[in-house]
């Protein structure tokens, strides 16, 4: 079941950004990376969500799972700011991850 976040930047609210489980903790998803000849996705960068301030939401009512209750930097979120250089957050570029992505009916 795809989970969703809302995330505060400096100047603005993103919403409906996807979440995933990764090792033991949640991340949020920047954006996605398709393949060219297999049905998987991979994302293109996750900002562990452990440590940021956030709260559960009922998806029915805010159309999202979580909101993220602190900004964070749109640079941080759009890849501008290297992984290294984001003080303050857990930043995996790239990971090898691959999300099966279901074939339309």
Do not use: C
Request: glycine letters at 8%.
């Amino acid at each position: 079941m795809s989970k969703f976040v809302n995330v505060m930047t400096e100047t603005s609210m993103i919403s409906g950004l996807s979440v995933i489980e990764h090792e033991g903790a949640l991340w949020i998803v920047t954006g996605w990376l398709g393949h060219k000849t297999r049905p998987v996705k991979r994302p293109v960068r996750l900002i562990r969500m452990t440590g940021l301030q956030y709260e559960e939401l009922d998806p029915e009512q805010h159309g999202s799972d979580y909101l993220v209750n602190q900004p964070i930097p749109r640079g941080v979120l759009d890849g501008t700011i290297a992984s290294e250089e984001a003080t303050g957050f857990v930043v995996l570029d790239t990971p090898k991850i691959e999300i099966p992505v279901s074939k339309p009916h």
